[in-house]
């Protein structure tokens, strides 16, 4: 069984279980709305061997990426995180100066992007070092941007340079750790400024963030609304080669569909805001399930797929 097939799976044995007003499994976060306010959370984990690899990145730096991947989801939900959860496994020889200088990164992380740390839980493991962080964050509710929101006609667009992560890790694996794209791979910044802001934004439909490379990523989205896609393939703001950043992942941009007519003033406010462009890669089709790249508005016959966990 797949990632998704599985996640499936789940989904169909809890339909019987009663929601208590919560949209739950599909989204970055669920989402739980009382008046005029909504509560989102979300959890996510990092595995020692699946993950990281302990003698190849310090201890801080998986402590900042621990919790940079959950602030993530929150952002991208169009919503801004207030608090995380902290659940580790710690085998003996991880259980001292590593855990500490793990604790010293996840909270530097917190302290930059305001979120308290509330609660947690602590065990011993007897192979591997287990992280479990979960985050919860708040909005109005009208801010929500959920996958299944996305139009025909909406543009789709991205927040940030695609590959840089993937780059970095393919030269991690061939031994060269100090590169700036190495760092970028260790050491993600997640876009919470950038998440809230585009929320409070009518003219943006669907978002969600790019963890596994927009190739799977921007199916997501199209399921969930039953739409297609074109993307202009010479539009993708690449970092390195199209496939590494179309397919890599993990590069917790945000990736984005927004009101066609509305784009251009959207586009120019954001660019004011953050200094740096809102990427327009594409457009959402009426045709739905069918993913097309294009080069020069003509669709190629390419088989680009996203980061598959399992
Ligand atoms: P993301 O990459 O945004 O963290 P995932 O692809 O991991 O999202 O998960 C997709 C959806 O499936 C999310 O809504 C998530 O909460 C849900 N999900 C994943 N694993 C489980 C699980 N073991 N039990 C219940 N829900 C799950
Ligand atoms: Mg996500």
């Not at 609660?119 to 509710?141: L, Y």
């Amino acid at each position: 069984m797949t990632e998704f097939g599985f996640i499936d799976k789940i989904a169909s044995m809890c339909r019987s279980l009663p929601d208590n007003g919560w949209e739950g499994i599909g989204d970055d976060c669920a989402v739980l709305l009382s008046g005029d306010r909504a509560t989102v959370v979300s959890c996510d984990m990092l595995v020692e061997g699946v993950h990281f690899l302990r003698h190849a990145a310090p201890a801080h730096i998986i402590g900042r990426k621990a919790l940079a991947v959950n602030l993530s989801d929150i952002a991208a939900m169009g919503a801004r995180p207030t608090a995380a959860l902290l659940s580790i496994a710690l085998p003996d020889d991880a259980a001292g100066a590593w855990a500490e200088e793990f604790m010293a990164g996840f909270t530097q992380m917190a302290s930059e992007h305001g979120t308290a740390l509330i609660g947690g839980d602590t065990t011993a493991s007897k192979q591997g070092v287990s992280i479990s962080v979960t985050v919860i964050g708040t909005a109005p509710a009208a801010n929500i941007k959920r996958r299944s929101d996305a139009r025909a006609g909406d543009i789709v667009a991205v927040t940030g340079m695609l590959g840089e992560s993937g780059a970095g890790l393919q030269q991690i694996l061939s031994g060269r750790c100090d590169t700036p794209a190495a760092h970028a791979h260790m050491n993600p910044a997640p876009h919470t400024a950038e998440g809230e802001w585009l929320g409070s934004r009518r003219e943006v439909h669907a978002m969600m963030d790019i963890s596994d490379g927009i190739a799977s990523d921007l199916r997501h989205i199209m399921e969930r609304s039953g739409v297609g896609a074109d993307i202009d393939t010479e539009h993708v703001p690449a970092f390195d080669d199209l496939r590494t950043a179309l397919c890599a992942g993990e590069d917790y941009k945000l990736l984005l569909t927004a009101r066609a007519d509305r784009f251009g003033l959207l586009a120019a406010d954001f660019e004011a805001r953050f200094r740096r462009p809102l990427y327009k890669i594409g457009h959402i089709t009426a045709q739905a399930g069918l993913l097309r790249w294009l080069r020069g508005g003509t669709p190629e016959d390419v088989d680009f797929r996203g980061f598959v966990h399992f």
